[in-house]
Structure formats: structure tokens, C-alpha cells
């Protein structure tokens, strides 16, 4: 016959697991009083206390059930998930490995250390832990869907892949590892794929809104087919945007909604337009309607977490807050972000820097040395929010809206009076939490106020203190890559998505009226099946002239900038991406000596190239036809009397470009304006 505890403590279960935690925590709380000795009794009422949020509570059963049985493995666990959900990874993990030392073989220690590792953007220690959790518990599929994950952090998409389908092998009626597959999916450039892989996870969760998120930006295409009319994907991509805005709003006028405040966090920035932008068309309208959209969910969790940003001070330094993942050497620090450290006055601003991403180099530590503050290692977007308030910025800066999950999320938000974007992604956010593009009058012209949701502020010249690169380049043997030095080099910096269709015919005429040279484009090998789409698509394009694509076209892999710049210091003609131009690599080419073809575009991202050698006065260099752009091209490459002048020029006025304090001091007297007027 079961004791009265027994008895007790099971109906105390058949009501947690009926969702009836009150009732659970009673019946837990009297098995306490029945056996105060009992471990167990301490673990289910702390399990209880933790389904109704009582973190408190729960943190002091779960310690008592310790206490009472140090060789406890569920309680260490348990505890570890509890932690979990304060966003305390590194907590956490202690009660993980208690947990393993006791017991090696408890494999859910070793998926959820995994799962506390992978948030901690620790990913090789994720993995060990997962193949762990994989190794003792091969049928579990949620381990298979966490190691996949994982792979996919660490750019294995392959990897990640196998471990997806493997996950819905064990269990295809699980709606995440179709989630997860289908956004793999799209990263390798199989976009079709992925939003029937969405609509699986869908199928099995109608309400999983990460999936009819994703499935929404999984309609732009990162590499179009041949011969494909773009309009189509474009067109079908704005019927599902508003779609998704309409799916959405029926669930919020719902008061039954099962959505809740938390899908605002959940799925903005999980999934971004990032690839409308190298499409040549005024995104405006689209964005503004993913940017409304991006707010609202936004607004909902930040008016229930009653976040409030400060208003301006009225006296002392203007606290200015930079909010980037990429204080690190990347192009978004070095184009504008490090001259603006170095060159800020500290009389006028204190500088502080809220550091999203993970990766710590010479370039990081940099950055802490010039900033008033250096905040970093949160994980949470709740944590980020709080953080930033706390600080009481006036003026918050987003350098990079677009490329990074948590700064959507964030830049969503109002967590200071005045908010301004800059231009890492050269394209309107759309979102109206954001005052002010900050941009250069270089870039820009008289329509360009058009193509922004937000004002645009043009600063002189290139909008920014561009501080020159210090390298030394290697001497790279070109014939080790296959390229010819004996025949015009052509360098294609652009990452692959950068080439738009409706502009392979330009690299073809290019070829046919040079005959013989030599482009260079560059693979990443994380992208390698966008890179193989992108290669059998120009080969169709030759095939069409009737040239051979081998003939002309090599494919290296990326190099380390002594690299990179040494072949450019060999190479004849830096050819810009039409459409959407460079600026960051057009600036190493003229630090290389290295004559630039560009056309400038229509809009801001399709003039970056063609602004740099206007503020040099090169403006022959500066193309406004596909026929000008071909014709230069070749010019450069044949006419070696050309090239050398051009040459002569570029280091006559190159220095230009670089230290130039000025666009600084006018947007420290804008801040300085609106912040003190």
C-alpha cells in the first residue's frame, strides 16, 4: 500500500502534468511537511515553484533537495534549467557539470550544458556536449536538432543539415528540426526548399511564428537563376510580407491569441530582408511596412516590460551609445566606426559602446581602450534592453541595422530619446524607432531623401573619418590560385549574392572584346553551393555568346588582407558590383594603386565607390551607362599608358580620402544641437 507521502506526491503530479501547477505546488508543499528528509519532496515543489515563474522559491527547494542528497543528479539539472531561464548561462553550467561528475551517463545534463555553451557563443564546447548527448541517447531527436544548431553556428552547413533530417528521421512530427532545416536551407541559396521545410514545421504548429516569419523572407532570392525575371520573386515576396503583417494583426485584435507578448522578441531579426537590398528598386515602401511590422510585436513586449527610455539631460557630456556586433576588424569598424572613436571629443561626449558580438581581437581591444565604457557578454535581448536603459543614453547609434539578429531586435526599440542607423547596410530600416540615417552627401543626390523611412542626415564628404589600413603584403604566387599573369586581371571582390543577374551580359561583353584575361572572384567556403549556383549561371551567360566560362573566369578562395592586397597590386582593373557598390574594398584598391570601374547607381548602396573617387576628382572613373562601364573596363586593361595615368592620379589625390575630421565635427554639432538646444 503507497504512503501517505506517496499518495500526496502523486497527485501532486497528475496535476502538474494536468497544467494545474497551484494545485501541484499544495499537494508538493504538504509532502514537504509530511517527509521535511525527503529530497524528492524538495524537487517536485521546487519544479512547481518554477512552472509558476516563482524563481525565488524554486532556487531555494532545489537547494534544500541538494543539501539533503549531494549525489542528487535531477536537482543539479534542474537547477542548471532554472538558471537557464534567469539568463544565467554561466551559472548554469556549474550545476551541468555537478550534474556529470555524479553521473556521466545522465545525457540530459550533457544536452542542456550543451544548450547553456551554445548560448554563450561557445559553439566547440557545444558540440562536444551534444555529440555527448547524441552518443549515450542516439534516438533522441532533439539532441539531433540542438547539434544541428550547433553546426550551423560553426558554419558546417553540411553538417547541420545531416543532423536536421536526421533529428526528423526519429521524430518527423516535431515542428522545430523542419524550422531549423528550412532556414538552413535558404542560407545555402535553396530557398524553395527551405519555405516547404517551413511550411512542414507549420503543418505540425500553425501558431510556430518563426516559421511563417522565416517563410516571409525565404521568398528573396540571395542568387536569381538565368534568365529568370526578378519581378517574379519580388512580386511574391510583397504579397507575403503583407500576408505575415496581416497574420499577425488578426492574432493581436484576438485577446485569445496563444501568440503572446514574447513573439515580438522571438521572431524579429530572426529572419531579415538582408538580400532585398541587392536588388536595384526604392525598398522603402517594403521596408517601412517589415519595419511597422518589426516595431509593433516589438512595442507589445517592451510596454508589458515597462521600458521606458530617459529624456535629454539638460547639462554635462552627451552620453552617445554605439550599438554594433562588429567591434572587431570588420568592415562596419573599419569604414567609419573607428575613426569616429578615435576622433569624438570627450570634452563634449562621453562614448559608450554596447559590444553585440563575441569575436575579441586587436581591433576590440582598440575599442575599449577609446570607449568611456565597454559593455558586452549579455545574451538576452531583456538583458541588452535593461542594460542600455540603465545607461541612460541620449543619443544610441545602430551602425549595422539589418546584418545582426539582436541589433533588429534592439534597434525596434525606444531605449533612448534620440536613435539614429548608419550605414553598415546601406539600405533604409524601415523601422520608425529610428529618427535619422546617417549617411554622406557623396552618396547621396536630391532624390535620395525618397529612399529612406527615416530623415536623412548627409554628412561632407564621405560621412566619415576613414583611417588608413596598415598592412604588408605577402608575395602571392597568382599561378598557385591558376590565374594567368600573363593576361589582363580583372579583380571581382563582391561576395556572389553582390552579382546581379540582369548584369552577367556586362562581364561577357567585357570578355568578348578583351579576348583573352583573367576575372577573379572569391569563395567562401561557407557559401560554396550559393558560389556553385552563381558559377553555373555565368556559365550559361558565356555559353549564350558562345564563350566558355573557364576561359576567363577563376574562382579562388578568400584571402587574408596581406594576400588580398597583394593581388591587387598585380592585378590591372578593380572592377566595382553593379548595383550595389563596394566601399571598403574600393578603398583597399585605392590604397593598391588598383584604377576602380564603377556605375553609379540610383541609390545610396550603389554609389559608395563612385563617392570615393569623387571626393578624389576622378570622375572618369565614374561610369552612368552598362556600355560607359564595359568600355572603361576595357580601356583599363588593354590601354597600359591609361592605367599608368590613372595610377599617377590616384596617388596624387588619394589622401583625401583618409583622417578627414570634418563629417565628426558636424555630426558632434547636430548631436550637440538637438541634445542641448
Not at 524563481?55 to 541538494?66: G, V
Not at 534542474?78 to 538558471?83: A, E, H, I, V
Not at 550533457?110 to 547553456?116: E, R
Not at 554605439?322 to 578615435?342: E, K
Request: charged share 20%; hydrophobic share 45%; with cysteine.
Amino acid at each position: 500500500m503507497a504512503s501517505e507521502f506517496e499518495t500526496i506526491t502523486g497527485i501532486g503530479i497528475q496535476c502538474a502534468q494536468a497544467g494545474k501547477n497551484e494545485e501541484a505546488l499544495e499537494w508538493f508543499t504538504k509532502g514537504v511537511a509530511l517527509s521535511p528528509k525527503s529530497a524528492h519532496a524538495y524537487l517536485y515543489q521546487a519544479n512547481a515553484y518554477s512552472a509558476l515563474g516563482n524563481l525565488a522559491a524554486a532556487l531555494k527547494s532545489y537547494n534544500k533537495a541538494i543539501d539533503l542528497n549531494p549525489q542528487f543528479v535531477e536537482a543539479y539539472n534542474n537547477l542548471g534549467l532554472l538558471l537557464i531561464q534567469q539568463n544565467d548561462y554561466r551559472n548554469a553550467l556549474i550545476y551541468f557539470a555537478q550534474a556529470i561528475r555524479v553521473d556521466a551517463q545522465f545525457y540530459e545534463a550533457y544536452l542542456n550544458q550543451g544548450f547553456a555553451l551554445f548560448a554563450l557563443g561557445d559553439y566547440a564546447a557545444a558540440l562536444q556536449s551534444y555529440e555527448k548527448a547524441v552518443q549515450l541517447q542516439p534516438n533522441h531527436a532533439l539532441a539531433y536538432n540542438n547539434l544541428g544548431n550547433t553546426y550551423k553556428a560553426l558554419e558546417k552547413p553540411l553538417e547541420a543539415l545531416q543532423c536536421y533530417e536526421k533529428a526528423l528521421e526519429i521524430n518527423p512530427g516535431l515542428a522545430d528540426p523542419w524550422y531549423n532545416r528550412g532556414i538552413l536551407l535558404g542560407d545555402m541559396g535553396q530557398e524553395q526548399e527551405g519555405v516547404l521545410s517551413c511550411d512542414k514545421a507549420l503543418a505540425i504548429n500553425p501558431q510556430l511564428a518563426r516559421a511563417k516569419w522565416a517563410r516571409t523572407f525565404l521568398q528573396i532570392p540571395q542568387i536569381a537563376d538565368f534568365d529568370v525575371d526578378p519581378q517574379i520573386a519580388r512580386t511574391q515576396f510583397t504579397a507575403s510580407l503583407g500576408t505575415l503583417d496581416a497574420w499577425f494583426a488578426a492574432r493581436e485584435s484576438n485577446s485569445s491569441s496563444p501568440l503572446g507578448i514574447e513573439v515580438g522578441p522571438d521572431v524579429v531579426g530572426s529572419f531579415q530582408p538582408f538580400y532585398l537590398a541587392y536588388q536595384a528598386e526604392n525598398n522603402r515602401q517594403l521596408m517601412t511596412t517589415y519595419g511597422q511590422l518589426c516595431r509593433r510585436l516589438m512595442a507589445n513586449w517592451e510596454q508589458s516590460q515597462g521600458y521606458k527610455a530617459r529624456d535629454f539631460a539638460v547639462r554635462g557630456r552627451i552620453r552617445l551609445g554605439i550599438v554594433s556586433h562588429y567591434l572587431c576588424d570588420h568592415p562596419v569598424w573599419n569604414a567609419f566606426l573607428r575613426g569616429l572613436a578615435h576622433h569624438l571629443k570627450r570634452s563634449e561626449f562621453e562614448l559608450i559602446f554596447f559590444y553585440l558580438g563575441r569575436v575579441h581581437d586587436q581591433e576590440t581591444q582598440l575599442a575599449r581602450s577609446l570607449a568611456t565604457s565597454f559593455i558586452e557578454g549579455k545574451t538576452a535581448v531583456s538583458d541588452w534592453a535593461e542594460t542600455i536603459l540603465a545607461q541612460q543614453v541620449e543619443v544610441l547609434i545602430y551602425p549595422d541595422v539589418g546584418m545582426d539578429q539582436m541589433t533588429t531586435k534592439l534597434a525596434s526599440l525606444r531605449l533612448a530619446p534620440l536613435q539614429m542607423v548608419m550605414w553598415g547596410h546601406p539600405e533604409t530600416t524601415g523601422l520608425p524607432t529610428m529618427d535619422y540615417f546617417v549617411s554622406a552627401q557623396c552618396f547621396e543626390n536630391t532624390a535620395s531623401p525618397n529612399n529612406y523611412s527615416e530623415q536623412l542626415l548627409a554628412l561632407s564628404n564621405l560621412g566619415c573619418c576613414y583611417e588608413r589600413l596598415s598592412f604588408n603584403p605577402t608575395e602571392v604566387n597568382l599561378a598557385h590560385f591558376g590565374i594567368n599573369t600573363k593576361l589582363p586581371i580583372l579583380v571581382c571582390p563582391g561576395s556572389v549574392f553582390k552579382y546581379a543577374a540582369q548584369f552577367d551580359w556586362v562581364l561577357v561583353e567585357i570578355a568578348r572584346r578583351l579576348g583573352a584575361c583573367q576575372f577573379v572572384f572569391f569563395v567562401a567556403s561557407s557559401k560554396a553551393n550559393l558560389t556553385a549556383r552563381f558559377e553555373a549561371r555565368l556559365t550559361q551567360a558565356f555559353a549564350k555568346e558562345q564563350l566558355q566560362l573557364s576561359d576567363y573566369v577563376v574562382f579562388i578562395p578568400w584571402l587574408e588582407r596581406p594576400d588580398f592586397f597583394s593581388l591587387m597590386q598585380q592585378a590591372d582593373v578593380f572592377l566595382d558590383t553593379l548595383g550595389f557598390s563596394g566601399f571598403n574594398t574600393a578603398m583597399q584598391a585605392i590604397e593598391c594603386d588598383l584604377p576602380i570601374v564603377t556605375m553609379a547607381g540610383e541609390f545610396m548602396r550603389g554609389r559608395l565607390a563612385a563617392g570615393i573617387l569623387q571626393r578624389m576628382n576622378l570622375p572618369e572613373l565614374i561610369t552612368h551607362s552598362a556600355e560607359e562601364y564595359i568600355a572603361l573596363a576595357v580601356r583599363l586593361a588593354k590601354d597600359s599608358t591609361y592605367r599608368a595615368n590613372i595610377v599617377a592620379q590616384i596617388q596624387a589625390n588619394r589622401d583625401v580620402l583618409f583622417n578627414d575630421v570634418l563629417p565628426i565635427r558636424e555630426l558632434e554639432a547636430f548631436l550637440s544641437a538637438h541634445c542641448r538646444s
